[in-house]
């Protein structure tokens, strides 16, 4: 049930941290794999390294930020395989660490075209193509979007909206077979993180609070972001999948 033999998958965000565990997992499910990132180096790199291994693979750099580089994403990577079935909104941008009240116009503006914008446009790009196989949107949110992080602020609120855009693509997108959800990870150990997990205090406070007491991995969030995908959960819809150890419970 959870094979994606067959199945073409594009992930943005693709070459470190959870993008990348992403889209080694979905390869290995038996998925072709675009990457998508804004470093050519690094997409070209990811996508060496899954073809050595076996996986069949193209890269598309692209910044999703940018409405221009969105429309070249979604016709390159529908050109690379002939079709898109799985999407996988992972790019992110947190360009401010603080309260809310110092966070400027223009970190605002990147925060949310990054986090909201780009994952609305590539995926109303792609739904002809999503739709004409029962595809599968995976929109990677955080806990924050759920209950908002000290010194987070606009950022959790792009990533509220973003859960609720992944309930607005499932509720109207639903009857043409296309599936949206949207992953919240908790406090995982990425490059992108590192401000949070290499601070002792706030390190302490999210390990005291959960009940599984460790640090996530990207491999965490990645083994949801396949089931998701995959036939396994053909009948999930508009959910909000919480990979975060018990933190938020």
């Not at 949310?112 to 780009?118: E, L, Q, T």
Request: aromatic share 6%; proline share 5%; with cysteine.
């Amino acid at each position: 049930m959870a094979s994606l033999s067959g199945r073409t998958a594009l992930v943005t965000g693709a070459t470190r941290g959870i993008g990348l565990a992403i889209v080694r997992g979905l390869a290995q499910a038996g998925a072709r794999v675009i990457v998508s990132s804004r470093k050519a180096e690094a997409v070209a790199a990811v996508v060496e390294a899954l073809r050595t291994a076996g996986h069949e693979a193209a890269g598309v750099p692209a910044h999703v930020g940018r409405s221009e580089d969105v429309a070249r994403l979604a016709a390159q990577a529908v050109a690379a395989f002939g079709g898109c079935d799985i999407l996988v909104n992972n790019a992110a941008a947190n360009p401010v660490f603080g309260p809310v009240q110092e966070t400027s116009d223009e970190a605002f503006e990147k925060i949310m075209a990054v986090n909201v914008r780009g994952p609305f446009q590539l995926a109303r790009a792609l739904l002809p193509h999503l739709a004409a196989g029962g595809g599968s949107i995976v929109n990677i949110s955080s806990i924050g979007g759920v209950s908002p992080e000290h010194g987070l602020g606009i950022y959790s609120v792009s990533k509220a909206a973003l859960i609720s855009l992944t309930q607005v693509m499932a509720r109207e997108w639903g009857p043409s077979g296309v599936r949206a959800n949207a992953i919240c990870p908790g406090l995982i150990r990425t490059d992108f993180s590192q401000t949070l997990w290499q601070d002792p205090a706030i390190m302490g406070r999210f390990l005291k609070a959960q009940p599984i007491p460790r640090i996530g991995e990207p491999e965490d969030v990645a083994g949801m972001a396949v089931f998701l995908a995959s036939g396994a959960a053909a009948y999930c819809t508009g959910g909000t999948y919480m990979v975060d150890g018990g933190y938020t419970i």
